[in-house]
């Protein structure tokens, strides 16, 4: 059932609405006073010189994840490409010299200005070879050709910007965990 709420009662100098309209300017003055002086009073960012720090899970730009070795994890099973719902995955596959790997990706390119960052990618993926947890989401570029993420964009990533416990971040190569990774995917054990 529907609630009515009653029409506060406006008396004369309400209904002029001078004295609303001072008040309303004097909260403008106000943090406009605050912000000249005391700019870090405000959560303001100088963007793009200040980029905001946003939570690991955002779905943000995407990587992708890296063997102990340095080579991607990925197999070039077009999974992520088939479920991509803006068709923006762009795959070409070849034969892996490595024997346990059948295909590897030869190029791995995402249009980031048609993705919509649905993560559909992430979910389909069937050996963990890409995430969206770069916390990039601000993309600035001056053309269409910049907004491509090329394979070698797509696998610039250190270990270190990402947790301590991110196993698979770390097993890559500069990762706490790499050393041992090496060590098992030279003795097979780690495909
Ligand atoms: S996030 Fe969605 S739209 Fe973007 S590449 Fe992945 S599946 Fe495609
Ligand atoms: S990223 Fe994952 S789903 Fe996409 S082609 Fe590579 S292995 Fe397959």
Request: glycine share 6%.
């Amino acid at each position: 059932m529907a609630k009515v709420i009653p029409r506060p009662d406006l008396g004369v100098w309400e209904r002029l609405y001078i004295g609303e309209i001072v008040k309303g300017l004097m909260t403008t003055f106000g943090h406009a006073g605050k912000a000249l002086t005391n700019p870090a009073h405000f959560p303001t960012l100088q963007y793009p010189e200040q980029q905001p720090d946003i939570p690991r899970d955002y779905r943000s730009r995407h990587r992708l994840m890296k063997r102990a070795d340095g080579s991607p994890r990925c197999v070039a099973c077009y999974m992520c490409s088939t479920a991509c719902p803006a068709r923006c995955i762009n795959i070409v596959a070849e034969e892996s010299p490595d024997k346990h790997i059948e295909k590897r990706p030869v190029r791995f390119e995402i249009d980031l200005l048609l993705c919509v960052f649905c993560g559909y990618c992430v979910e389909a993926c069937p050996c963990d070879a890409i995430r969206m947890d770069t916390k990039q989401a601000i993309l600035v570029g001056g053309d269409r050709a910049s907004f491509v993420a090329d394979k070698a964009k797509l696998m610039d990533w250190e270990p270190k910007d990402y947790p301590a416990d991110d196993i698979q971040s770390q097993k890559a190569p500069g990762g706490t965990l790499n050393a041992k990774a090496l060590e098992e995917l030279r003795s097979g054990s780690d495909h």
